[in-house]
């Protein structure tokens, strides 16, 4: 079963607005990872976030992490057109080796 | 720095026919994965190397499919005999270090007819 369970599976919203996208996990993590998709394309990494750490930016993006609800969420800002893809989390769970494990992805798409 | 390559990009094949799908990893990368994506089942790791050495091929779906990592810069995706359900995108990645970030390749995608 996957690790990662991202939540909406499907996101769509105006230019502009803001879009949150959910992570759950089900075992201890040494991090948390999100990744984007274009279309047709290979995955992108945006942002890594610890397990020691509970919030992290990168620009117009917001990742929180909460460990004791193994959850973590992505934040977009001000979305634009071009932020439409899937974007993926992933985890690095302490007994999975050197894998990351990825959930589903949330399609976002920003309509402008 | 060039990134993942993979080769080829497209590839469409008959039922039977053995495809092999090629990667090269960012150099000085020391781990190396091949996943399959599809709109059913997502994006399954398939196998992944660690200092060219297969550490983990439990989501290889088949005896059909075999990879292979001959030297630290390139990696063999092979499946033979190939059968339409196989049909999905496959990508590879590498990353630097243990569960740290990787790197995708464009993907290969793959139809059998």
């Known amino acids: 079963s996957q690790q990662g369970e991202e939540d909406p599976q499907a996101l769509s919203i105006q230019e502009g607005e803001n879009a949150t996208m959910n992570c759950s996990y089900k075992t201890s993590i040494n991090n948390l990872q999100w990744y984007r998709q274009n279309s047709g394309r290979g995955l992108v990494h945006l942002i890594l976030?610890?397990?020691?750490?509970r919030e992290k930016h990168s620009g117009r993006l917001r990742v929180t992490l909460d460990t004791s609800k193994k959850s973590s969420s992505l934040l977009i800002t001000a979305s634009r057109a071009a932020d439409t893809a899937s974007y993926f989390c992933a985890t690095d769970a302490f007994n999975a080796g050197n894998m990351l494990t990825f959930g589903g992805g949330t399609r976002l798409m920003v309509k402008p | 720095d060039a990134g993942v390559i993979q080769s080829p990009r497209h590839e469409v094949t008959e039922m039977g026919q053995e495809v092999t799908l090629r990667c090269k990893p960012i150099?000085?990368?020391?781990?190396l994965f091949w996943y399959r994506q599809t709109m059913m089942r997502g994006l399954e790791l398939l196998i992944y190397f660690n200092n060219n050495v297969p550490i983990d091929d439990s989501g290889m779906p088949e005896d059909r499919f075999s990879a292979k990592m001959p030297n630290a810069s390139f990696s063999t995706l092979k499946i033979q005999p190939s059968e339409p359900r196989d049909s999905a995108v496959y990508f590879c990645?590498?990353?630097?270090?243990?569960?740290?970030?990787?790197?995708f390749g464009p993907g290969t995608r793959l139809l059998v007819l």
């Open positions: 976030i610890r397990s020691n750490e």
């Open positions: 150099s000085g990368h020391n781990s």
């Open positions: 990645a590498s990353s630097s270090a243990r569960g740290e970030t990787q790197y």
